[in-house]
């Protein structure tokens, strides 16, 4: 099984609104991932969790905080987010084998629209 | 730094063969991947290559890997058109920055019937 759960799949929120979405995996893998992904664009990495620790975190604005609960859930909260945020929200994860953080494996995405 | 080329689009007739073509500069890449991505949806794992590999085949997927000239082709057999979408070509980082993908653009496959 290599699935990645997110939920929701999409999302509308106005740009005072405080949402969050989630993703899931039971891989047991060790790494997660979120990215953002515009129209028409490769993924743009966010952040990086190792062992529920933040480990990267790509300058990303203050308004999108991120959280680990466990090893099989990861958070991404939102606020006082802005319309050009309105992207495809991807999240992924892969295991530590021998050379290093291997194949990482993505779900299907939220879709926010920020108004 | 890193930077990983693709053309952006490719036209085929459904049963023909489909070659996406991918350049990277990082010598260092552990892993290469190639992922696929139907529209409104996630990215999907099609298959991912070892640097020290040159050849890997699976089912209708061929890449090959020309490390000497940093060069990644994927060969889709008999193409259908469950098969559009768009294809992006990947590299993983090594030692202490694998976590890290560098992206093609992406090459927009349209299989015409």
């Known amino acids: 099984d290599t699935e990645v759960t997110q939920t929701p799949k999409h999302l509308v929120m106005g740009m005072t609104n405080k949402k969050s979405l989630k993703c899931e995996q039971h891989?047991?893998?060790?790494?997660m991932y979120w990215y953002k992904q515009k129209a028409k664009k490769p993924p743009e990495l966010m952040f990086v969790y190792s062992y529920e620790k933040l480990s990267i975190n790509e300058s990303v604005p203050s308004r999108f905080s991120p959280e680990c609960p466990n090893s099989s859930l990861l958070n991404l909260h939102l606020h006082a987010l802005q319309p050009e945020d309105s992207a495809l929200y991807l999240c992924?994860?892969?295991?530590?084998?021998?050379?290093?953080?291997?194949?990482?494996?993505f779900g299907p995405g939220t879709r926010l629209l920020v108004l | 730094g890193e930077d990983v080329e693709q053309s952006l689009f490719l036209s085929v007739r459904e049963g023909d063969s489909s070659v996406i073509n991918c350049t990277y500069t990082d010598s260092s890449s552990t892993y290469l991947y190639w992922y696929k991505q139907e529209p409104g949806a996630g990215l999907q794992l099609l298959t991912y290559?070892?640097?020290?590999?040159d050849m890997k085949q699976d089912q209708r997927l061929t890449v090959l890997l020309n490390k000497k000239d940093k060069h990644l082709s994927l060969r889709i057999a008999d193409t259908q058109t469950g098969d559009s979408a768009i294809y992006f070509c990947?590299?993983?980082?090594?030692?202490?920055?694998?976590?890290?993908?560098?992206f093609g653009k992406g090459t927009l496959l349209t299989v015409n019937p």
């Open positions: 290559i070892f640097s020290n590999m």
């Open positions: 992924a994860s892969s295991q530590e084998g021998g050379g290093g953080w291997e194949t990482q494996y």
């Open positions: 891989m047991g893998h060790r790494a």
């Open positions: 990947a590299e993983s980082g090594s030692g202490g920055s694998n976590y890290k993908l560098t």
